[in-house]
């Protein structure tokens, strides 16, 4: 086993959101008479190595039977393999060899019983699922974890996810990352607002991050271009766009702070169904508004 570091206890309260969802899903996808025809997919689209390692800065909030302190901390694979209730299929996707291997030993040693349902691919998140969502077929539903360190997401791929129809999507959207790559005096150089136009499918997060000020001065008015953003308006702008394509989008996100408070993350949901839509929003606003 090699855990990977990285998280704190947002790394807990993001899972803990994705869980609560899954255990709703499940339990509604396998009682009712009609939902349980269909066949249920899970996708960790940045799965992981199934285990993390606590990072050195990270308190220690949780321990074992004995009070001993635990080192090591459960990823979202293992979380979702260890539910009462089951998917039919799970694709786990890794983009580094080492952990795809170690997460593929993991799941053959502590989850013999849902080996076989299990695939693990080794292969970037973004062009996996281009090609998965075309094989699907009408009896299918999905939930897809996107959980990226960073912007590895692209817009091409969440448009694809929302025309599927098929598709409850959460994804860790680093809305502290793209803060960064804003400038306060100005628009950022070429090479990282292309990256944000991929992030977000259009050119216009220019005039909502740097709406355009006229100052008036004696003789003359000035345009200036100041950034007028902060994390909580970059996520909303990244819902508002879901919202253009998904056929419903929870209205608040999960905010994930650090441990002096200053938002690091946003965590998504949106729903690509249009007759599952509103129950699995309101589930989401549910659990999103107690985490
Ligand atoms: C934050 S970690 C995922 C953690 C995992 N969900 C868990 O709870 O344990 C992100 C993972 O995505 C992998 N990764 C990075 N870029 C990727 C990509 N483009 N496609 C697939 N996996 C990628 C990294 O190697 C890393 O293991």
Redesign the pocket.
Known sequence: MSP?K?GGPWTEQK?AAVEAYLKAYLKIFTANPIASQLTRHYV???????W?QWAEDEPQLWTDEEGDALRFAE???RKVLGLKEAFHRYWL????SK?AADLEAMIGNDFPARAANCTVVC????DFLLDWLARLGAKDRVVI?L???GM?VRWTTLEKLARSRKVDLWMLFPSASVLRMLPHAGPPSEAWSRRLTELFGTEDWRDEFYPKDVIMDLFDSIEQTQRKVDSSSVADFMLRRLGEVFAGVAPKALVLYNSRRSPLFHLVFAAANPKGAKPAIRIASHIIGTS
């Open positions: 990977q990285f899972l960790d689209a940045f799965a992981g190595s199934g993390r990823g979202s694979v996707v890794e983009k580094n952990h292969r970037d998140a973004n974890f959980d990226p360190y590895a």
